[in-house]
């Protein structure tokens, strides 16, 4: 087992068997702060554990995830980032990032992190800065920032995810507070970079003493503040919220009525759901989620279907989402043109690189590393792949595990019918 995977499997282990053994015994600020897993049982004023990791039906792949201390970027606007990301995916990688609610660490959006890593996309999470004072407009800066990071691994040439991405794909997931915060980054995103925006158990306050003279604390939903607000919106909230928080008018329903009817927008209210009801551990709402993420970010059109069917759990269910006429599914509607071998990069290397190919059709695929005299040094892939767009990594390295030398390599494909090959350079 590598040591990604190590430490992915420990940490997982630490979390779910911690917390199923203390929520009983964690008071009220801990219990909230555990509740993905754990909730205040008000009749009883103790905490019980609601379910954990174990009540998550993954995706198909393996994950595993990356940190500060293995290179990546340390940004301005938050501490801590995580990267998790899924092993042997096929395409390239979409991105997403993840904000924790009110006083929550990144590591509280751990579930919902490993779940998307799970289903083909990479998933960040950080700390905020100052996790109680900073405002929905700080943290929309921070996750925009953290953006920015996950970027920076498509070329960071000792990234495992380098040359993996598509940089040009990004949502934003957000809990509670970041839930509001998600939807400042989408008004502040200058490069019009985001394609979807998923709020959980939201709130949206804006801090105006005018607008808002009727609030003790100067706070309410603007409704003119989100006039500009036009990507995608899924929120996911709880019928009963206003039993756990006091922000009555800036919750789920508010946020829905309020934004524009051009943006599309779909609220998927939990019947009898409190704050916290908008978890991983229930299947409805990880379907409703990874569907309105596959659409958006992986262009799949089969889920149209699935994102317009009510759950059996709800007291509302809106949304002015269609399903286009003559949109096709996702094998028809994503076509290649033609069997493409691209150049590798980097070029030169050392010690790794990234070969990308795409495939029209499905294909029996095969692709070898020679050397300049022709030998044969390492076979990569030999298997049947579905069409799309496809890369795999060579770390210099022969069939015998053995570093090779300095120097000109070839690589080949052949899919079906097609053949190619094209020339590479190996420094030292």
């Not at 809990?175 to 008004?187: D, P, T, V």
């Not at 590798?344 to 070898?368: K, Q, W």
């Not at 050397?371 to 579905?386: E, T």
Request: charged residues 20%; hydrophobic residues 35%; proline residues 4%.
């Amino acid at each position: 087992m590598s040591p990604f995977l190590i430490k992915i499997f420990i940490s997982t282990i630490f979390l779910i068997s911690k917390v199923f053994a203390d929520c009983s015994d964690l008071d009220y600020s801990d219990c909230i702060y555990w509740s993905s897993d754990c909730e205040w049982n008000e009749d009883t004023e103790t905490c019980q554990y609601i379910g954990g990791g174990d009540d998550i039906e993954y995706g198909p792949y393996e994950f595993t995830s990356i940190s500060e201390s293995d290179g990546m970027r340390d940004g301005p606007f938050y501490l801590n980032a995580q990267l998790y990301f899924p092993l042997n995916y096929p395409g390239m990688l979409k991105s997403i990032v993840l904000g924790a609610g009110h006083g929550d660490s990144g590591e509280s959006m751990y579930y919902w992190a490993s779940l998307l890593a799970s289903h083909g996309f990479i998933a960040a999470t950080i700390d905020y800065n100052d996790p109680i004072n900073e405002s929905h407009y700080q943290r929309g800066l921070a996750l925009l920032d953290l953006i920015e990071t996950v970027k920076r691994e498509n070329s960071r040439i000792s990234s495992p995810i380098f040359g993996l991405m598509d940089t040009s794909k990004f949502a934003l997931v957000g809990s509670s507070m970041s839930g509001g915060a998600i939807i400042e980054a989408a008004m502040s995103d200058s490069l019009e970079i985001l394609d979807a925006l998923i709020s959980l158990n939201p709130t949206v306050i804006f801090e105006d003493c005018d607008l808002c003279a009727g609030s003790e604390y100067c706070i309410c939903l603007v409704p003119e503040f989100l006039e500009e607000q036009d990507v995608p919106i899924m929120i996911i909230s709880g019928e009963n919220e206003t039993d756990d928080i006091v922000y009555e008018g800036m919750l789920g329903i508010d946020i829905y009525l309020n934004h524009p009817d051009m943006t599309t927008k779909l609220l998927y209210e939990i019947i009898d759901g409190g704050h916290s009801s908008a978890i991983p551990q229930v299947e409805p709402v990880r379907e409703k989620v990874i569907s309105w993420l596959n659409y958006y970010l992986n262009n799949d059109t089969t889920e149209c279907n699935q994102l317009l069917q009510e759950p059996g759990n709800i007291s509302q269910f809106l949304t002015n989402f269609e399903c286009a006429d003559g949109q096709l599914g996702y094998e028809e509607n994503f076509m290649l043109p033609d069997y493409t071998l691209h150049q590798n990069y980097p070029n030169p290397f050392n010690p790794i690189t990234t070969l990308r190919y795409d495939l029209p059709e499905d294909s029996f695929v095969n692709v070898v590393i020679y050397d300049i005299f022709g030998n044969l040094i390492k076979n990569l892939v030999n298997d049947r792949q579905s069409f799309g767009y496809k890369s795999v990594q060579w770390n210099a390295t022969s069939n015998q595990g053995k570093s090779v030398s300095a120097g000109v390599y070839l690589y080949k494909i052949q899919a079906n019918d097609f053949v190619d090959l094209k020339k590479m350079i190996l420094l030292k």
